[in-house]
């Protein structure tokens, strides 16, 4: 199914069968507002799950593999920001609207900054809704894959699985969010700086001698020659220049 590609640049596999039906998260405390925006979603066709606070939406956001979710922003016990926040840095890459109050627009700002793909701003008609999703699952479906290649390496980021030649690797989730961030920056150079900022939280070791350990460890179990260190500037993710 891969298509074979001598060198070039890591790319994106080819887009699930579109005939699955999508499944998405709804996460929004507002109880009425909630049954409005899951009625229309499955009415529309889509199999809907719902959170009613930031945390429960995270953990279903973390380990379930949805199409897209929308996201308000102000939820009891963990913000929609901080929701989002820990989603991308965790790898994980589904489309993701956020709802913001009116008026609100540094709410906006900080979304997009979060990672979110767009917004809708409250009060909103569910036809907004509905047509903002379903152009958010079309470009996903143009790019936004759950499969990142480099050469023989695989990454899921719905399993959280990587592969190399179809052999499963065991990373470390540090080890797997290193990865993770190198193969959806395929293309350019990532700093170590900009690692620790991205995948760590507050309480590591932010040294970034730490990035060079763990760059090491990936390099050893991958065990193909793909993270190129450039000198005094970071990472950059190449596929196997002796590839056959
Ligand atoms: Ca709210």
Redesign the pocket.
């Known amino acids: 199914m891969a298509r074979s590609r001598g060198g070039g640049a890591c790319y994106m596999l080819a887009p699930p069968n579109p005939e699955t039906t999508l499944r998405l998260l709804v996460v929004?405390?507002?109880p009425d507002l909630n049954r409005q925006l899951t009625t229309a979603l499955n009415e529309a066709g889509y199999v809907v799950d719902r959170a009613f606070d930031g945390e429960e939406g995270h953990f279903l956001g973390d380990s379930e593999p949805y199409d897209a979710v929308v996201l308000?922003i102000?939820?009891p016990k963990m913000d929609g920001i901080s929701v989002l926040e820990a989603w991308r840095r965790n790898g994980r890459i589904m489309p993701v609207l956020i709802l913001t109050a009116r008026d609100r627009w540094s709410d906006k700002v900080q979304g997009i900054d979060a990672g979110a793909d767009d917004y809708v701003a409250k009060p909103f008609h569910l036809e907004e809704v509905l047509a903002r999703i379903r152009a958010l699952l079309r470009r996903a479906a143009g790019h936004a894959q759950s499969e990142l290649t480099c050469g023989p390496v695989v990454l899921d980021t719905r399993t959280n699985r990587v592969s190399v030649n179809g052999n499963h690797i065991k990373l470390t989730s540090h080890e797997y969010r290193l990865l993770a961030y190198l193969m959806h920056h395929g293309g350019r150079v990532v700093s170590r700086t900009e690692l620790v900022e991205h995948l760590y939280d507050q309480d590591f070791d932010r040294d970034s001698n730490t990035i060079e350990v763990f760059v090491g460890r990936v390099r050893k179990k991958l065990d193909v020659d793909i993270i190129q260190t450039v000198r005094g500037l970071g990472y950059l993710l190449t596929p196997p220049t002796d590839a056959r």
């Open positions: 929004e405390d507002d308000d102000g939820l």
